[in-house]
């Protein structure tokens, strides 16, 4: 069976209100605009995720959100996925069911542009808010996922 792994960088933030914590900030108008659009170009591939697993900072639940509904899919939010580096994410990968086909792990720079550039290096890219790295795992099992055995797919942002 096919693992798909689909790595997402939450959508554009709201800076208006200096007041706010960084994790408590939430998606303003483009960040909103830009999740339908990014759900319509995923929906082309055919596929929706069973899972996705989500920093729980506020714009970063609000992105996973927005794809759970447009999906039917199944939530969960982690704290520790909050300006994570690469390893928390596949640390996430390791725990999953074998009956799942497609994770979706939604987070934040910069960690998730160093993990794209782990996967994909000749991609190069910043993740930019909504960016989605779309990759396929070549283990058996989850558990036994590598960043080696992700193989790059195709890579979408709302301004590509």
């Known amino acids: 069976m096919t693992k798909r792994i689909v790595f997402i960088r939450h959508a554009k933030s709201d800076w208006s209100d200096w007041r706010l914590s960084d994790f408590d900030r939430s998606l303003n108008e483009r960040g909103k605009s830009d999740l339908p ?14 899972l996705i697993i989500s920093s729980s900072a506020v714009r970063a639940r609000e992105t996973a959100s927005y794809f759970a509904h447009f999906f039917e899919s199944t939530i969960r939010f982690e704290d520790n996925i909050y300006h994570s ?21 939604v987070g934040h720079n910069p960690g998730i ?9 000749n991609l190069n890219v910043e993740m930019p808010t909504c960016g989605m790295l779309f990759v396929t795992s070549i283990a058996n099992n989850w558990g036994d996922v590598t960043f080696d055995d992700m193989r790059y797919e195709t890579f979408l942002a709302p301004k590509i």
Do not use: C
């Open 37 to 50: 659009v990014m759900a319509q170009k995923w929906q082309t591939f055919g596929f929706a995720p069973d």
């Open 85 to 105: 580096m690469p390893y928390i994410y596949l640390e996430h990968i390791h725990t999953l069911d074998q009956n799942i086909r497609t994770v979706v792990l």
């Open 113 to 121: 542009s160093y993990l794209a550039n782990i996967v994909a290096p």
